[in-house]
């Protein structure tokens, strides 16, 4: 039975979509909603996510940000108002067109991000410089209307957190937006054991209506690149438009500086893709829901399920531990834990009972640890700080492993056919040759790391003068 369970999901290696596919649907994360690129977040899915926006959200708010929340719907008139980040978002925008049987006057776009609601609060509350900064975030939902779709990856609608700041210099809009970009690289990394690249996006590839944005970059197992959160910095091109002006310490008046930044849903699919292998999910133990999963073995003889249950009473204060005690097979058990990511699993039978100890399963290496009940306590959350500091570790050595220095085009191409992943190449910083990269390899600029690092004097592309080194990849 579990050979056969194992068989369900399709090798990762073979088709990695696939293996996508099997595994989030397999593991309970998702099931598929009867509106195209609609996703149902499962409780174990959503779980992981409130784990993810829990600390999060401590961060943000330790940052001295005031959550709030802003409305679904967006008058047509409104969203006009910046030109660029309307006609960025156009191709993507959901509207409402009736309430009820009658054509409204104006058409509504369903959010697809909330820059403008913001701008249009911020111009009734803001007149002075003793108003600033306004430290905003929102916990939400938006829709953008993608012609293709991939759970977590890509839906129509998913769930964000969506900060949005005004400040009274440049300077500290500035700071503000290379600050949340650190709390994402944090979260990705320390949370989500996911090693991150920070940089600055192109012109091209920059949020719509934003001076310039910054992203960090994470690379999956199949070699291709995931935008993993962004913080752009608005300058004051929204606060020109909505006439967001304030009383400024020389008593004149001038617009507000704004940031915005914003973290999704997708991470958790960048979580699958970085950690997973072809048993399933491998959750890291920060965000997993159950941490600890206790599986009895011979659980129909005496005191084997009481010693069971007691162990989860006296571990439940140090981990987040459960127990299966289904009538299944123990074996068939094992495999739906790995399936699910369980960092850990806790055998116990009637010899261990004897014995006085337990034997722990590492999701992650399926390396088998001896362990007495008195020392679980403390051994459990030790061995599950390893974990998490070993999968980053795994992340890191196959992101260095996938990542190709080019000089010239020709090895641009080879490294991406052969090795796949990042690609560093120099740039001249025209947008003819970010263009014919793309055209001629599917790959896109991720970032201009902040790092400066100078491999050539020359473009990649057309041989002429470099300004920027780039990291380029195929990407989701």
Not at 135 to 163: D, H, I, S
Not at 244 to 258: C, M, S, T, Y
Not at 385 to 409: F, G, P, V, W
Request: proline fraction near 4%.
């Amino acid at each position: 039975m579990t050979k056969q369970m194992v068989e369900k999901i399709t090798n990762m290696d073979e088709d990695f979509a696939q293996w996508y596919t099997d595994v989030v649907t397999k593991a309970e994360l998702i099931d598929y909603s009867s509106v195209r690129g609609s996703m149902i977040i499962r409780p174990y899915g959503y779980a992981i996510w409130e784990n993810i926006k829990d600390a999060l959200d401590h961060e943000i708010k330790g940052t001295g940000h005031e959550n709030v929340y802003m409305p679904l719907l967006i008058p047509e008139s409104l969203l006009q108002k910046e030109k660029d980040h309307i006609e960025g978002f156009a191709p993507e925008v959901a509207w409402v067109t009736h309430g009820g049987d009658e054509e409204l006057a104006e058409r509504l776009c369903i959010r697809p991000t909330s820059e403008v609601l913001f701008a249009e609060h911020y111009k009734n509350i803001i007149h002075s410089y003793r108003d600033l900064p306004k430290l905003y975030n929102q916990w939400a939902n938006v829709v953008r209307w993608e012609k293709t779709t991939r759970p977590f990856l890509r839906t129509l609608e998913f769930l964000w957190q969506e900060g949005h700041t005004c400040h009274e210099t440049e300077e500290d809009a500035h700071e503000e937006t290379v600050k949340m970009l650190e709390v994402y690289s944090d979260i990705c990394e320390r949370v989500l054991a996911i090693p991150v690249l920070k940089g600055r996006k192109t012109e091209k590839e920059k949020f719509a209506g934003a001076k310039y944005t910054y992203t960090i970059e994470s690379l999956m197992h199949d070699g291709k690149a995931l935008q993993s959160g962004t913080s752009h910095n608005l300058g004051t091109g929204f606060a020109e438009s909505f006439g967001i002006e304030f009383l400024n310490r020389e008593g004149k008046l001038q617009p507000v500086h704004q940031t915005s930044w914003g973290f999704t849903t997708r991470i958790i699919g960048a979580m699958i893709m970085v950690h997973g292998d072809d048993k399933g999910l491998v959750l890291p133990p920060e965000v997993a829901p159950v941490q600890v999963q206790i599986v009895p073995i011979a659980q129909h003889k005496e005191g084997v399920l009481n010693t069971a249950y007691e162990l989860q009473r006296s571990l439940k204060n140090s981990v987040r531990v459960s127990i299966d005690a289904s009538d299944k097979k123990p074996g068939w058990k094992f495999n739906e834990s790995e399936m699910k990511g369980i960092p850990v699993r806790l055998e116990i039978g009637p010899k261990d009972i004897e014995e006085g100890k337990v034997v722990l399963v590492r999701r992650d290496t399926g390396e088998k640890i001896h362990v007495k009940n008195a020392d679980l306590e403390t051994e459990l959350p030790r061995l599950l700080q390893d974990i998490q500091k070993s999968l980053y570790a795994k992340a890191l050595e196959h992101r260095m492993n996938k990542t190709s220095i080019a000089l010239h085009m020709d090895e641009f191409k080879e490294g991406l056919a052969e090795v796949g992943g990042f690609i560093k190449a120099m740039w001249c910083g025209e947008r003819a040759c970010e263009d014919a990269i793309k055209e001629e390899t599917q790959a896109t600029s991720r970032c201009i790391p902040f790092e400066d690092e100078a491999l050539s004097d020359s473009c990649v592309y057309c041989g002429k003068e470099a300004k920027e080194l780039v990291y380029w990849a195929k990407a989701y």
